[in-house]
């Protein structure tokens, strides 16, 4: 069998099971049970989200290295005695906690609901979070997809590999979104999550200090921007100082993100790298140029997401405390 011959079959043999596990998830899953959860769900995280306006890429961001590592299982949520779970791995520990706080506070105004006690996952209030500070930030609404069980497994090895790092360049993010179905467009798409939220002076301090070139910085940041980090980030700065990934709109989830990319403003060389390379550069533009592009292609790219490795019959259960199995 030829290389491409085998890539082709293990692409079809992903999309078939990804497929089938779609199956098991439905718009109305918990109309019996629990019909009200979404209006639980969002009330809870509004009052979060008043409280500190971190919550919401807190969310968003665990819900992304939750899919990622193992599948929408909440796996990422499970704490563990000696410190071996996933959110011990290095690359979690910069987790906000208001992320983790959020879900928790909306299991606990689920189960307060007479009769929705227990029958609502960790892993599906996750996803319907995530969508709702995508919503009250001002990004697009849309039918969150229901019926994933909790895992019961999580391990600080298994989140290895699994996790973009800062410096990917465009070929690595690819291969890693396309092993769990994920296409280019749906790459960018989702990189636009980065239109809220923050990161620390050491996931970028190596393109403003100490560049491989003989320039100083990074040549495919924009020389303005590179001296503002420089000022907020001196070489000696406590790294977990933390700067907004998109400078203009750091409170809005819109399209600005893609316009700042083609300023050289990207400010992870993972982000930049969408512009940089040709071959993501078109729907970059795209996007910048068409925030209706943009929140379709997100809205499709994210469904997608959710539906990665979801546990349903017997390999999963319903947490009573999304931190530990029951």
Known sequence: MSPQSFIFLASMLLMLLIAGCHAQLRVDYYRSTCPNVESIVRSAVEIKLQQTFVTAPATLRLFFHDCFVRGCDASVMLASRNNTSEKDNP???????????????????????????????????????????????????????????????????????????????????????????????????????????????????????????????????????????????????????????????????????????????????????????KGSRDIVNLFASNNTAFEKSFISAITKLGRVGIKTGNQGEIRHDCTMIN
């Open 91 to 277: 690359i979690n520990l910069s987790l906000a906690g208001d992320g983790f706080d959020t879900v928790i506070k909306a299991k606990a105004a689920v189960d307060r609901v007479p009769g929705c006690q227990n029958k609502v996952s960790c892993a599906d209030i996750l996803a319907m979070a995530t969508r709702d500070v995508i919503t009250l930030t001002g990004g697009p609404s849309y039918a969150v997809e229901l019926g994933r069980l909790d895992g019961r497994i999580s391990t600080k090895a298994s989140v290895r590999h699994h996790l973009p790092h800062a410096e990917f360049k465009l070929t690595q993010l690819s291969q890693m979104f396309a092993s769990h179905g994920l296409t280019l467009t749906d790459l960018v798409a989702l990189s636009g999550a980065h239109t809220i939220g923050f990161s620390h002076c050491s996931q970028f301090s190596k393109r403003i200090y100490n560049f491989k070139s003989r320039k100083s910085i990074d040549h495919t940041l924009n020389p303005a921007y590179a001296k503002q980090l420089q000022q907020v980030c001196p070489k000696d700065v406590d790294p977990r100082i933390a700067i907004n990934l998109d400078p203009i709109t750091p409170r809005t989830f819109d399209n600005q993100y893609y316009k700042n990319l083609q300023q050289g403003r990207g400010l992870l060389a993972s982000d930049q790298a969408l512009f940089t390379h």
